[in-house]
Nanobody, 116 residues
């Protein structure tokens, strides 16, 4: 059974940074390498939106609002995907979810709060 576990959320002041991690279990490293991975986020009262994604061969996309501030990366050997978030603003506050694209596999989410 595939499990995704996100860590790294928390409370940060505007301008601060957080590094989210998502580790996938229940799959081999070889299989993980072929997954397209993504971070979604959902703020209170809003729809879930794609924040960043990375394909199996390293093609990266970001939603416009995070370009230049967020960096997505993957470590296939550890079956982990990271989201480095810098210069956070209150509008980034949301529950962040890890997702394997093309499959109905999601993590439980990690809360990011940006407040002074």
């Amino acid at each position: 059974q595939v499990h995704l576990v996100e860590t790294g959320g928390g409370l940060v002041q505007p301008g601060g940074s957080l590094n989210l991690s998502c580790t996938v279990s229940g799959v081999t490293e070889q299989r993980f390498r072929f997954y397209h991975m993504a971070w979604y986020r959902q703020a209170a009262g809003n729809q879930r939106e794609l924040a960043a994604s990375i394909t199996h061969d390293g093609i990266i996309t970001y939603v416009d609002s995070v370009k230049g501030r967020f960096t997505i990366s993957r470590d296939n050997g550890r079956r982990t995907v990271h989201l480095q978030m810098n210069n956070l603003v209150p509008e980034d506050a949301a529950v962040y979810y890890c997702h394997i694209q093309g499959h109905d596999w999601w993590g439980q989410g990690t809360q990011v709060t940006v407040s002074s």
